[in-house]
């Protein structure tokens, strides 16, 4: 079967979204492993069948350069959007991200949406703030002629005795030793935490988790209305293979 020049609509770009919402490795391509890749054809396949009910049939690898397109499409709209954001006095009009470009970046991730990581948050001022240290019991320091004299020193003369020299002059209280107080190096404490944003983060994991667990609920309702046409058929079936012997018995008998 030919695909050329089969354009898909708009409604087979909202479900080619809403399935890659719930099927974050086949929208990002993180499959690993050595079955990886089966999987990823599988799913594939399942979304060009899906997709074909709403629209023209186009073949897988037309429905990968799509999803592309669109990832690249939403990474230019939000740029944009960004920038004029940003523009300083805001003379330009800030152009308005669509639904579905918000949806394609949200499944896509920021990091890969921008090519920069998530904005960091500013690191606020540090406070300096000493640690007292009191230095006790330190033992004086022994007295000696030279600190006791007055006149200035010019040459040291070295004492002939080993034993020290016993002064029964008093140490001046200007060269008794007080009691040292200083601080140890200061200690950089950081104002603010990260809990706000690890909180954030924890929000949106959970809203992400809610929205597959509704698509889950919807795709098990949809299978349970299929389970019951499928019994009305074989039901009817059942009655016109019915109809049909008892037919051929009244002919023949």
Do not use: C
Not at 109 to 120: D, V
Not at 202 to 228: P, T, V
């Amino acid at each position: 079967m030919s695909f050329k020049k089969q354009r898909s609509n708009k409604k087979q770009i909202e479900v080619l979204v809403e399935f890659m919402s719930t099927h974050n490795h086949l929208a990002t391509g993180e499959f690993t492993g050595p079955l990886g890749g089966k999987r990823a054809d599988s799913q594939w396949q399942t979304l060009k069948e899906m997709l074909k009910e709403y629209g023209p049939d186009r073949s897988i690898n037309q429905w990968k350069q799509t999803w592309k397109d669109i990832k690249k499409n939403s990474r230019s709209e939000n740029a944009a959007s960004s920038r004029a954001r940003h523009t300083t006095g805001n003379y330009v009009n800030v152009p308005v991200v669509s639904d579905i470009t918000n949806k394609v970046l949200s499944i896509i991730g920021q990091e890969a949406s921008t090519g920069i990581g998530p904005e960091e948050t500013e690191i606020g001022p540090y406070e300096i703030f000493e640690v007292p240290v009191e230095m006790e019991n330190i033992p004086p320091i022994p007295s000696s002629p030279v600190m006791a004299s007055s006149q200035p020193i010019h040459s040291f003369q070295p004492i002939p005795s080993s034993q020290p020299i016993a002064s029964s002059e008093p140490i001046p209280s200007s060269l008794s030793t007080p009691s040292l107080k200083f601080s140890s190096t200061p200690i950089l404490r950081k104002k603010g935490s990260s809990t706000e944003t690890f909180s954030k983060l924890q929000e949106e994991h959970n809203a992400i988790l809610k929205s597959i667990d509704e698509r889950l609920k919807q795709r098990n309702e949809l299978l349970s209305e299929q389970n019951n046409l499928l019994r009305e058929q074989n039901t009817h079936l059942r009655s016109r293979n019915k109809i049909k012997r008892n037919r051929f018995t009244h002919r023949f008998f």
